[in-house]
């Protein structure tokens, strides 16, 4: 008999519907073929579908099993697929009669008990399912609060391949998995840091506010000790909050990885990724035989923070030029490619000498001034290209540390780049692009447009701190994001005397 159950899988950050036809041949030799599947998991499944099915009180086949995944030519990754395999196989062995079960898609790992295991990507499924009006998605339990931001699709958790049974055959009520997807929003779209906590740098808080308010990449140089984690891992706190569509997206990436915390249905927060620099190029940028989304994709619509810069392969940082540029990567296969989603603000620190204390007001740096000008050498010229803001970072003195005076918080912060976005959109509506940093030369001639005088001021520090033409259009581009959040059209010259501030290492550093 044949019988034919759906499924979901994911490719990429994309759901893609999966039919499992199963045949059972009557009075041949007992054999079973998978069909749709890489080699590897093929016996793997049969061998699991076999074992659970028999621990929960049915039978396997003892004849010819045929069972197709299709379409075909795609290379799936096997667990998902078991639950609705040994769904199945009871109905086309006739061992349970199933009334509708066409209206349901069915997903889910079995372990040899029969108990059902969670499977990655169940966010992008459960939309795929809705897109396709499949009214009812019977998945792992664990994976039930990821699926249920999804409205108008009734989610069935499961623990057991005896409950899905149940639950198909209408002899169990089922529970549908519910929530409410702006409250789990609201709920989990505040952060656990503030930028109250930190004591003086007002000038830091500044240019992290002017980055984020035009996603500017920034870069942070300061000696050990002067609070540069600290300020950076609380950027995420005044970027504009995420919308509902893209937090969205952001948990496609987190869901298809199996990264959802448990519970947890939506990343309604900024991500704020701090990889080692150890990290591989397909960790950074992602990889592997079935291609896997990396670091630079888990920050999608966040910060992607690379501590002491110059202590990461250069080989590595030179990969992140195309995704910095069009906010995405596509990782290449013999087979098929993939395409992740991966627009981030890139934020980079690092000491300024190998000692670490050459700008420092106290310590004595003990490095000469070669080991220092290789240091900074070291940084790749292509990566520095991307980024606008350099900011020297002092440490601060212990008068302001243990002062009882609150910085500003990061929702006051927040408030002036939400507003500096606000313009940034409707300048750029009709364009490919959204925010100040991204602009090409073509439109930084049209949108940075100086007055008088603030021309004459870049002019003079063009000639006397020794600019080059690329730090030029960098003043420009940060330039027209100060100017946006006082909301003036015109360049002004204390905008442009703000944005040369932020070229410090063009500029030398200041011992
Ligand atoms: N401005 C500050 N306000 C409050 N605490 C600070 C400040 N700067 C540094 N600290 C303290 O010093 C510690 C080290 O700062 P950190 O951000 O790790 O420095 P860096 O990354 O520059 O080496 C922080 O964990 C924090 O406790
Ligand atoms: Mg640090
Ligand atoms: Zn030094």
Redesign the pocket.
């Known amino acids: 008999m044949l019988a034919n159950v759906k499924s979901v899988s994911v490719y990429g950050i994309e759901g893609y519907l999966v039919e499992v036809e199963i045949y059972v041949a009557k009075g041949e030799m007992p054999s079973t073929i998978i069909v749709g599947l890489p080699d590897t998991a093929v016996k793997e499944s049969r061998d699991r579908v076999k074992a659970a099915l028999n621990n929960s009180g049915y039978q396997f086949p003892g004849k010819n099993v045929i069972i197709n995944l299709a379409p075909a030519d795609r290379k799936k990754e096997g667990p998902v697929f078991e639950l609705p395999i040994a769904v199945g196989i009871l109905a086309a062995t006739s061992q349970l009669e199933i009334p509708d079960l066409s209206e349901y898609a069915i997903v889910g790992e079995l372990s040899l008990d029969g108990k059902v295991r969670s499977v990655k990507g169940c966010l992008p499924m459960a939309l795929k399912c809705r897109e396709q009006g499949i009214k009812k998605m019977l998945l792992p339990s664990e994976n039930a609060p990821e699926a249920a931001v999804v409205e108008g699709l009734d989610v069935l958790p499961v623990e057991t391949l005896e409950q899905a049974v149940g639950i198909l055959t209408k002899s169990i009520l089922p529970e549908k998995y519910r929530i409410e997807p702006d409250e789990v929003f609201q709920k989990y779209s505040e952060y656990e840091v503030d930028f109250a906590?930190?004591?003086?740098?007002e000038h830091a808080k500044r240019a992290l506010t002017v980055a984020a308010a035009g996603n500017h990449n920034v870069i942070?140089i300061?000696?050990?000790?002067?609070?540069?984690?600290?300020?950076?891992?609380r950027i995420p706190t005044i970027m504009p909050r995420l919308s509902l569509e893209e937090a969205l997206e952001t948990t496609k990436i987190y869901s298809v990885l199996g990264l959802l915390d448990a519970k947890k249905s939506l990343i309604a927060t900024r991500p704020f990724r701090a990889p080692h620099h150890t990290i591989s190029t397909a960790g950074l940028i992602g990889g592997g035989s079935i291609p896997r989304a990396g670091e630079i994709s888990l920050s999608h619509n966040g910060v992607l923070f690379l501590?002491e810069l110059p202590e990461f392969d250069r080989k590595t940082l030179e990969v992140l030029r195309q995704p910095l540029e069009t906010g995405n990567v596509t990782i290449s296969r013999a087979m098929n490619s993939v395409t992740y989603p991966a627009r981030f603000m890139l934020v980079c620190?690092m000491?300024p000498c190998p000692c670490g204390y050459y700008t420092d007001r106290i310590k004595e740096c003990r490095c000469t001034s070669y080991q220092i000008q290789n240091y900074s050498s070291k940084v790749s010229g292509p990566l520095m290209d991307r980024i606008d803001i350099q900011l020297e970072?002092p440490?601060?003195s212990y008068k302001?540390?243990v002062s009882d005076t609150e910085?500003y918080s990061s929702e006051v912060l927040r408030e002036k780049t939400v507003l500096a976005r606000e313009i940034q959109n409707e300048r750029f509506k009709d364009q490919t692009i959204e925010v100040n940093a991204h602009m090409t030369s073509k439109q930084i001639k049209e949108y940075c447009v100086l007055d008088r005088q603030a021309e004459l001021l870049l002019y003079q520090a063009m000639a006397e701190l020794g600019i080059s033409a690329r730090g030029h259009s960098k003043i420009l581009k940060v330039a027209r994001t100060i100017a946006d959040m006082e909301e003036s059209g015109c360049i002004k010259v204390e905008h442009v005397s703000e944005a040369i501030q932020y070229r410090s290492m063009d500029r030398g550093l200041q011992k």
């Open positions: 906590e930190i004591k003086g740098q942070l300061g000696p050990p000790g002067a609070g540069k984690t600290m300020l950076v891992q501590d620190a000491n970072i440490a601060v302001e540390l910085g």
